[in-house]
């Protein structure tokens, strides 16, 4: 049974408390590539998932603030989990904004009862990143459209109830197809082998001409034609995720100097945690982590002003916002896991400990969408007003 979750509080609530049960075996989880199966369960049955469903349809339609909160939350205890339904939220804000009320209808009536969405967004060997070569094409015999292409970092697809495919239609523009995960043609392999993040599944799903019904494919492209919030929110989850990992890995680091550390002899303090040159490190590390954190906040807030008053001002506004806390968090994650070793000494390498996956995940994850470029368009926003482009990533 699903609970449906009725407030942004309880959302908050429901999270900080799977963050605690999760963060609990992440460390072997992670050793062992255990794949999260049982706690994405536990994940669909708590009603997060179902958060921003409208009200209208049965949710709590909780703003960006609260969902990018709800995400650094879960990622402070694991970032594999917090990652999988990243594209999940994403995709749901796809139908919001461009699905009729007969698809919203459906669509929100799957997730509410426990639906996961994952995605087949990205490809390889393209010329970029937005160079998409799977077609969507119209069946010469009539009825069901045809799919056909290869993803790659199809993050959340293994576990997915629906795969909401990226592809190109026979008019040469971008459309969504939601593809139920049993679907005749449709292959998901396991082959996701990175060096953090293991436990996202982000492998390769193959299209074998699987057939879509009309009524599950949204204009994707529509989405792009005026002011959109689709790229801020987006990338303001995968920042909620660098920032969680930041407190996780600085969480981690205090515990092991409290209870696992000596203190350094010259300090003459009896324990590590009265060392005064760690007190003074792990003061700087929360300041930096509690900017982080205050960056991802506000721009969930630009965001939502976004979402409340579309207009090309205000989307520009929410996707600089998104960039700096993106930009910061980037960096900050990095430090933090470093950190984490710095404070901790030798002991902390030990393989056996698993300290080292904090450093896997943020290494892996920041590598995600290059921040120098979301540094250009803040700049170029700074010094000439110049409104960030209208695409997915900023």
Same mark, same amino acid.
């Given at each position: 049974?699903?609970?449906?979750?009725?407030?942004?509080?309880?959302? /908050?609530?429901?999270?900080?408390?799977?963050?605690?049960?999760?963060?609990?075996?992440?460390?072997?989880?992670?050793?062992?590539?255990?794949? @999260?199966?049982?706690?994405?369960?536990?994940?669909?049955?708590?009603?997060?998932?179902?958060?921003?469903?409208?009200?209208?349809?049965?949710?709590?339609?909780?703003?960006?603030?609260?969902?990018?909160?709800?995400?650094?939350? /879960?990622?402070?205890?694991?970032?594999? $989990?917090?990652?999988?339904?990243?594209?999940?939220?994403?995709?749901? +804000?796809?139908?919001?904004?461009?699905?009729?009320?007969?698809?919203?209808?459906?669509?929100?009536?799957?997730?509410?009862?426990?639906?996961?969405?994952? +995605?087949?967004?990205?490809?390889?060997?393209?010329?970029?990143?937005?160079?998409?070569?799977?077609? *969507?094409?119209?069946?010469?015999?009539?009825?069901?459209?045809? *799919?056909?292409?290869?993803?790659?970092?199809?993050?959340?697809?293994?576990?997915?109830?629906?795969?909401?495919? /990226?592809?190109?239609?026979?008019?040469?523009?971008?459309?969504?197809?939601?593809?139920?995960?049993?679907?005749?043609?449709? =292959?998901?392999?396991?082959?996701?082998?990175?060096?953090?993040?293991?436990?996202?599944?982000?492998?390769?799903?193959?299209? #074998?001409?699987?057939?879509? @019904?009309?009524?599950?494919?949204? @204009?994707?492209?529509?989405?792009?034609?005026?002011?959109?919030?689709?790229?801020?929110?987006?990338?303001?989850?995968?920042?909620?995720?660098?920032?969680?990992?930041?407190?996780?890995?600085?969480?981690?680091?205090?515990?092991?100097?409290?209870?696992?550390?000596?203190?350094?002899?010259?300090?003459?303090?009896?324990?590590?945690?009265?060392?005064?040159?760690?007190?003074?490190?792990?003061? =700087? *590390?929360? $300041?930096?982590?509690?900017?982080?954190?205050?960056?991802?906040?506000?721009?969930?807030?630009?965001?939502?002003?976004?979402?409340?008053?579309?207009?090309?001002?205000?989307?520009?506004?929410?996707?600089?916002?998104?960039?700096?806390?993106?930009?910061?968090?980037?960096?900050?994650?990095? =430090?933090?896991? #470093?950190? /984490?070793?710095?404070?901790?000494?030798?002991?902390?390498?030990?393989?056996?400990?698993?300290?080292?996956?904090?450093?896997? #995940?943020?290494?892996?994850?920041?590598?995600?969408?290059?921040?120098?470029?979301?540094?250009?368009?803040?700049?170029?926003?700074?010094? #000439?007003?110049?409104? @960030?482009?209208?695409?997915?990533?900023?």
């Amino acid at each position: 049974m699903t609970h449906v979750i009725g407030s942004a509080v309880e959302a /908050l609530t429901v999270a900080a408390e799977l963050s605690e049960r999760f963060a609990r075996d992440a460390a072997e989880r992670d050793a062992s590539r255990r794949l @999260p199966r049982e706690e994405l369960d536990q994940l669909s049955a708590s009603g997060l998932l179902a958060v921003t469903v409208p009200t209208q349809y049965g949710g709590a339609d909780v703003g960006a603030q609260t969902v990018a909160e709800v995400v650094r939350l /879960l990622a402070t205890g694991d970032p594999n $989990i917090a990652q999988i339904p990243q594209s999940h939220f994403v995709y749901i +804000n796809v139908l919001k904004q461009q699905g009729t009320p007969e698809q919203q209808a459906f669509f929100f009536g799957e997730i509410l009862r426990g639906g996961r969405f994952g +995605n087949a967004q990205s490809e390889a060997g393209t010329k970029h990143v937005q160079d998409y070569r799977t077609r *969507l094409r119209a069946d010469p015999e009539g009825g069901d459209l045809v *799919l056909t292409g290869e993803k790659h970092y199809s993050t959340g697809a293994l576990f997915a109830h629906w795969i909401p495919v /990226l592809a190109v239609g026979d008019d040469e523009k971008l459309h969504v197809a939601y593809v139920p995960a049993d679907a005749d043609g449709l =292959e998901v392999v396991d082959d996701w082998a990175g060096m953090g993040q293991r436990l996202t599944a982000s492998g390769t799903v193959r299209l #074998n001409d699987v057939r879509v @019904p009309a009524r599950h494919v949204v @204009p994707h492209h529509l989405t792009f034609t005026g002011p959109q919030v689709h790229g801020s929110y987006a990338q303001l989850l995968h920042a909620a995720i660098d920032v969680g990992i930041a407190g996780g890995a600085l969480r981690e680091a205090a515990d092991f100097v409290r209870t696992k550390s000596r203190p350094w002899f010259e300090s003459g303090a009896a324990t590590a945690a009265e060392d005064p040159l760690l007190i003074q490190r792990f003061g =700087e *590390l929360t $300041i930096r982590l509690r900017a982080a954190e205050a960056l991802l906040a506000e721009a969930g807030r630009a965001v939502d002003a976004a979402r409340a008053e579309l207009t090309d001002d205000n989307a520009a506004a929410a996707s600089v916002a998104v960039a700096v806390a993106k930009a910061h968090a980037d960096g900050t994650a990095i =430090e933090l896991v #470093n950190a /984490l070793f710095e404070v901790s000494g030798t002991r902390s390498a030990l393989d056996r400990l698993n300290l080292h996956r904090h450093w896997r #995940n943020a290494r892996t994850h920041t590598l995600h969408d290059p921040v120098r470029w979301k540094v250009q368009h803040i700049g170029r926003h700074t010094l #000439n007003g110049t409104h @960030p482009p209208r695409h997915g990533v900023i």
